[in-house]
């Protein structure tokens, strides 16, 4: 007989236990590299697709883009804008683009004030009616004036009658004296009294003189022919002595006073071509020279006075209107632009822009679109409104004047209307 072999109890229960107590932990560890393996298969498949897509992603077209980006803003409602085209010197051709604001007067202007007082008792003329020289314009009371140039006439001519009696006197006395028919003393006495009678009558002509002038400037005259520009007192009213009376302008040629800039001054002389428009009608204009120009500046302002003669024979413009000269002195070739035409685009500190509109057909004969491009310009002298543009403009081409600011590279336009750059700029 086999021995029986007792194993202890405690032994056999610890074996048991432990190894319930390793199984867990082994199906936990298996659990975790199971997921670590699926973790970095899964890296690899997303890894494999993104180097798949990369290869067959297709190279970006340039034109591609702008294709996508035409069709983008074509589909964008266009923006409302104001444009005009940039012409030479502002639309016209061969005068400077530099502008002088005057006012313009007749060639001669008079104002005529009552050298004597007197009631008005008659007006000839009316306001703006067309005089000559010496027309009676006012005709002031004149009837002591008469009275007095009688009383004058009459005084002459007793004057007269008793210089021609002295005279006859002393003829006879000297033929008297020759014959030794009256002494040295009578014959000097008789001298004396014609001597009298010739001072009597030069004084009495002098006096008539002196009435006719006074009865004269009973009537109002015009110094010259042109036109009566104003009246300021009624009938039956009674202005003061050297109180203006009337005014009388000649505008067959007008005077525009300008003034000129140092530089200006340099480049512009006497005998200058200008054309000249009025305000509010740019679209007529007039020939005008430089009449005259101060050899010296203003001591304060620095500028020189310059006179222009604007011809105006068939009397279109008045006296008076403020008018534009533009000279064709070549001051700039460069066009000129208003200074809302400026664009200033964010990031770039120191540049400007103006917004060119070219036309874009659609594919309709009976409309266009317009698209807006950003044009970098290098900027000029200030003038006026205005700003000249040394480069990066051409003539010709159409510039948004009214809502540049807003717009953006390539953006579609609609034009509200069509201006000129004459009717901006001053």
Do not use: W
């Amino acid at each position: 007989m086999k021995p029986i072999v007792n194993v202890p109890e405690t032994n056999s229960h610890e074996m048991i236990e432990s190894r319930i107590e390793t199984a867990p932990k082994t199906r936990r560890a298996f659990s975790d590299m199971l997921l670590l393996k699926s973790f970095f298969a899964l890296l690899l498949v997303v890894g494999a697709l993104s180097c798949s897509s990369s290869k067959e992603e297709p190279v970006s077209n340039p034109k591609d883009k702008s294709t996508t980006s035409d069709k983008n803003v074509s589909s964008e409602p266009p923006a409302p804008v104001v444009i005009s085209r940039v012409t030479q010197q502002a639309g016209e051709p061969g005068y400077g683009a530099k502008q002088f604001t005057a006012v313009a007067n007749g060639i001669r202007d008079a104002s005529i004030d009552a050298k004597r007082p007197g009631r008005i008792v008659a007006i000839d003329v009316s306001l703006g009616e067309a005089v000559e020289v010496g027309q009676t314009l006012i005709r002031l009371d004149s009837v002591l004036d008469r009275l007095a140039v009688d009383a004058a006439l009459a005084g002459k001519e007793s004057a007269e009658a008793g210089r021609s009696k002295a005279e006859r006197d002393l003829k006879r006395a000297e033929e008297l004296f020759a014959e030794s028919g009256i002494s040295q003393s009578r014959l000097e006495s008789v001298r004396l009294a014609f001597q009298v009678a010739n001072a009597t009558y030069d004084g009495a002509v002098a006096e008539l003189g002196a009435s006719k002038r006074q009865l004269a400037e009973t009537r109002i005259v015009a110094p010259f022919a042109g036109e009566v520009a104003r009246l300021p007192y009624e009938l039956g009213e009674t202005p003061l002595p050297g109180g203006i009376v009337a005014e009388v302008t000649d505008r067959s040629e007008l005077v525009a006073e300008i003034f000129l800039s140092e530089e200006e001054a340099q480049v512009i002389s006497v005998g200058s071509k200008a054309r000249v428009t009025i305000a509010g009608d740019a679209q007529r204009g007039r020939d005008g020279v430089l009449r005259a120009l101060s050899p010296k500046g203003n001591e304060v302002t620095k500028l020189f006075k310059g006179e222009v003669v604007i011809e105006n024979r068939d009397l279109l413009l008045r006296a008076g209107v403020t008018c534009r000269v533009r000279f064709a002195a070549e001051m700039t070739e460069s066009p000129i632009v208003p200074l809302d035409a400026i664009v200033e685009v964010e990031g770039e500190v120191g540049s400007s822009f103006v917004v060119v509109v070219a036309d874009l057909d659609d594919g309709t004969s009976e409309s266009k679109v317009s698209r807006a491009s950003l044009r970098r310009v290098t900027l000029g002298q200030r003038i006026g409104s205005g700003v000249s543009i040394v480069s990066g403009l051409d003539f010709g081409e159409r510039i948004v004047v009214k809502g540049a600011q807003s717009l953006s590279d390539n953006q579609p336009v609609r034009m509200l209307k069509e201006v000129s750059l004459d009717s901006l700029l001053n």
